[in-house]
Nanobody, 125 residues
Framework: QVHLVESGGGLVQPGGSLRLSCVASGLTLDYYAIAWFRQAPGQEREGVSCVSSRDGSTYYADSVKGRFTISRDNAKYTVYLQMNSLKPEDTAVYYC??????????????????WGQGTQVTVSS
């Protein structure tokens, strides 16, 4: 059974940085696409970034391009989301999600079968 655990969230000032981690178990990580989603209060869950299985291609939402970087360390069963130049509008609960043999294009929640519990990111002065 796939199990995902996020960590690394917290409170940061605008312009600051955080690195989120998603530790996976119960799977062979390089067979899975891993995506980061976020959900702010009263809003739908949106795909932020994704790294594909097999070829490792990546996707970024327009709102985070140039500021966020996704990476994976298959040996550590971990996917990271480095978030720089954070803005108040980045405030949300961030979730990682996994799906087998998926190519990341425009990730939507319905595409992903396994989810972590989420980690809160708050950007505020």
């Amino acid at each position: 059974q796939v199990h995902l655990v996020e960590s690394g969230g917290g409170l940061v000032q605008p312009g600051g940085s955080l690195r989120l981690s998603c530790v996976a178990s119960g799977l062979t990580l390089d067979y899975y696409a891993i995506a980061w989603f976020r959900q702010a209060p009263g809003q739908e869950r949106e795909g932020v970034s994704c790294v594909s299985s097999r070829d490792g291609s990546t996707y970024y939402a327009d709102s985070v391009k140039g500021r966020f970087t996704i990476s994976r360390d298959n040996a550590k069963y971990t996917v990271y989301l480095q978030m720089n130049s954070l803005k108040p509008e980045d405030t949300a609960v961030y979730y990682c999600a996994a799906d087998l043999f998926r190519l990341c294009t425009l990730p939507t929640p319905a595409d992903f079968s396994s989810w972590g519990q989420g980690t809160q990111v708050t950007v505020s002065s």
